[in-house]
């Protein structure tokens, strides 16, 4: 069955490995090198590279990846429909998410969801905004707990709103003042994330038509809070990744202030399966009841 070979190399491609896809498929690695081998001779070219340290997809095997993922998609899809109609819930959901809310949002979601539904599977993969939007596409997560801006062929389910502040140095200057104006705050070096995750930053500074002094590019919150508290640079983030702030560390409100939006975004044909529907309303209530807005949040 072409559905059995499609999950066989889509695990294969995830794994990076036919031994560990064979494992978590509960196959043998002949048998699944075997299937991979006759859907390459069904579709007349090669699907994976393989080298020493494992299996990687050809070109040709990445354009086909959203299509075998939508296909076996919508057969889980059936299935959990299927399951439902005779009373059953059962599904796996996948979901990706921002790190901060993966700390903040998802513990609560994820135990009450799972004691609820203990037949709906959940797995978590934790990335960056431009990883997110890539996974989406690609069709390795279902939904993704992420922030604006999203691609216009996705949809997206605005959660709430979380505010951006000034991160300082204890000692700095702009400490002073109550709240900072962005353009005073590019007068001094800054410390971004790497691109792709920076769209919190470029949300204040394009909306202030501004080019900040980078000093550095840092991927993760933790590195560049820490770089500021030993006063090399200033920079900007949102309120969810400040609730462990290191010592030495001042934050001020923006004037004008800016936030971003936090919801769950969906490829533009999914989120439609029941499980999925019943963690989306899980995670709704969630933060209906708990995310406060305007304050830093406590940890």
């Known amino acids: 069955m072409s559905l059995k070979k499609y999950r066989a190399l889509l695990e ?16 043998t690695q002949p048998g699944i090198s075997h299937m991979i081998l006759s859907l390459e001779e069904e579709f007349g070219f090669p699907l994976l590279s393989r080298g020493k340290s494992g299996v990687t997809p050809t070109p040709e095997c990445r354009e086909l990846l959203p299509f075998l993922r939508q296909i076996t998609g919508g057969e889980d899809g ?55 939007t890539r996974w989406l596409r690609e069709g390795q997560v279902d ?3 992420m922030s604006l ?32 104006r962005p353009a005073e705050l590019v007068k001094y070096p800054f410390i971004m994330q790497y691109f792709g995750s920076d769209e919190d930053a470029n949300r204040v500074l394009d909306g202030e038509q501004l080019t900040p002094n980078i000093r550095f590019r840092v991927r993760g919150d933790d590195v560049i809070q820490s770089m500021v ?37 969906f490829p533009g044909s999914g989120g439609s399966t029941p499980a999925l529907k019943k963690l989306v309303e899980y ?4 933060c209906q009841s708990t995310v406060k807005t305007g304050r830093r949040m406590e940890a």
Do not use: W
């Open 229 to 265: 508290a030993k006063n090399l640079g200033v920079t900007l983030a949102p309120e969810l990744v400040l609730s462990h702030m290191p010592d030495g560390l001042a934050l001020r409100p923006l004037q004008p202030p800016y936030h971003r939006t936090l919801g769950i975004a």
């Open 143 to 145: 939904l993704a707990l």
């Open 78 to 132: 059936l299935q959990e429909t299927v399951q439902r109609i005779r009373g059953l819930d059962v599904g796996n959901i996948r979901i990706g998410c921002f790190a901060s809310l993966s700390v903040h949002i998802l513990p609560a979601v994820v135990a009450a969801f799972t004691e609820r539904y203990p037949g709906i599977g959940l797995q978590l993969y934790v990335g960056e905004h431009g990883e997110l």
């Open 149 to 180: 801006p999203v691609p216009e062929d996705f949809r997206f389910l605005p959660l709430f709103d979380d505010p951006i502040y000034a991160v300082l140095p204890e000692q700095h200057p702009l400490t002073a003042e109550q709240t900072v």
């Open 283 to 286: 995670i709704q209530a969630h």
């Open 12 to 27: 294969a491609v995830e794994c990076g490995s036919l031994t560990r896809a064979a494992e978590k498929l509960h196959y």
